[in-house]
């Protein structure tokens, strides 16, 4: 989560976002009272030579699982409106399955129908 959002709003590569991730989830382990803020700077004065600074309000937020969700909003992401207009599209395709379906089945049925009214016929 961290890591994708030093990527977009940093233009970091990843290896790198996620090295600076890996140090704060480090410093946090060795220093549990420590705020986070602290502990990003700190990991990104390491790797980068200058610190990224977040307040602990704007990591409380990227680092929740919620906002983890609401960025993914690319083409079947997670995200409400990308899971909205897929289940749109999905109605959309369901209802034109049921019906070609339901005509293919009424096809058969009469086709069924004329065989049986013909070979008594015979």
Sequence with gaps: MLADTLVREHGLAFKTAHAISARLVRGRQGDPKRPLSELLANASTELLGTPLT????????????????????????????????????S?????????????RMTALTDAEQRLATRAQAL
């Design 54 to 89: 977040y307040s602990e309000k704007q990591l409380d937020e990227i680092l929740s699982p919620r906002h983890f969700v609401n960025v993914r909003k690319t083409y079947g992401g997670p995200a409400s409106e990308e899971t909205s207009r897929a289940m749109e599209a």
């Design 91 to 103: 109605a959309i395709h369901l209802n034109a399955d049921q019906t070609w379906w339901t005509s």
